[in-house]
């Protein structure tokens, strides 16, 4: 399985963009980029994904690097809401396993 | 739709007794998946089905663990006999179309084995 790369710990103010990283540099062509996030005693919540172009919901916006070797997770105004475990995925769309392995993620603070 | 449901949502039990756990994906999802989280090794995916087929289960630790989906509404895991190290979260996620799309995860089961 290609790998996944994401910083341990990321902090950063409500109300002003966060801008959370994810490398994965053996990603192949045929690989989806999922973000999912675990805030505290809950199931994992789906956030994004996307296979080449940047991608744009009511949560969030993914920004993918023209060689897709990396992505950003980005979210326009972050509240306390949004503090959480953050996980970058990728899944193989060309006929491989169907589920998700979950790395260690990034764990996003948000100040007051 | 409810989301996904999990029961129950805390179980405490003893070493040695058989734990069953139990799911009911969203409607209409064909795909459902367990996961087991821990601090020491996060979330582990243990078993998948897709239309009530177990697809990959290469990720269930041991004998002792064991899953099924009777039908389109309804899955259980299984551990006997339970050992203090199965003690985790325990996750059911559905999705209506795998890797295409996204899953939806219950509130999970914290299981304890003393």
């Known amino acids: 399985d290609a790998k996944t790369t994401q910083p341990n710990s990321m902090e950063s103010n409500e109300e002003e963009p966060v801008h959370l990283p994810c490398n994965h540099s053996?990603?192949?062509?045929?690989?989806?980029i999922h973000w999912y996030r675990q805030l505290p005693s809950q199931g994992p919540e789906y956030v994004i994904h996307g296979l080449t172009s940047n991608v744009n919901n009511r949560m969030a916006s993914l920004a993918i690097a023209e060689d897709r070797k990396s992505s950003t997770l980005i979210l326009h105004r972050a509240t306390l809401r949004d503090a959480a475990v953050y996980y970058c995925i990728l899944s193989d769309s060309g006929g491989g396993a169907d589920g998700l392995t979950f790395g260690k993620g990034t764990h996003l603070i948000i100040q007051p | 739709d409810a989301g996904v449901i999990q029961s129950p949502r805390h179980e405490v039990t003893e070493m040695g007794q058989e734990v069953t756990l139990r799911c009911k994906p969203i409607?209409?999802?064909?795909?459902l998946f367990w996961y087991r989280q821990t601090m020491m090794r996060g979330l582990e995916l243990l078993i998948y089905f897709n239309n009530n087929v177990p697809i990959d289960d290469s990720g269930m630790p041991e004998d002792r663990f064991s899953a099924k989906m009777p039908n389109a509404s309804f899955s259980t895991l299984k551990i006997q006999p339970s050992e203090p190290r199965d003690s985790a979260v325990y996750f059911c996620a559905s999705s209506l179309m795998g890797v295409f799309t996204e899953a939806f995860f219950g509130q999970g089961t914290r299981l304890t084995v003393v």
């Open positions: 409607s209409g999802h064909d795909y």
């Open positions: 053996t990603i192949s062509g045929t690989d989806y």
